[in-house]
């Protein structure tokens, strides 16, 4: 993973969710952490277009530390 960011899920009524800024042309994965320094996937890759990608409903998703990578080629 190329220049993965970490975020922690912010918890708003009704719902968590994780946003970040995306460049136009690149390929983003968010994965979630499964142990110490130990990442999965977490759903598709999302194709950055120069706005703000958000995934939402995260309350019942397995952990609350994610990350975003970008992938070096899209």
Sequence with gaps: MDGATF???V???PELELSWQTEVG???QVETATGLNA???F???V???GKRAKLSDLRHAPARFYRVGRSKSP
């Design 43 to 45: 759903g598709p890759p």
């Design 11 to 13: 918890e708003t009524a």
């Design 47 to 49: 194709s950055g277009n």
């Design 26 to 28: 690149s390929i983003y």
């Design 39 to 41: 990442f999965s996937d």
């Design 7 to 9: 975020y922690q899920a």
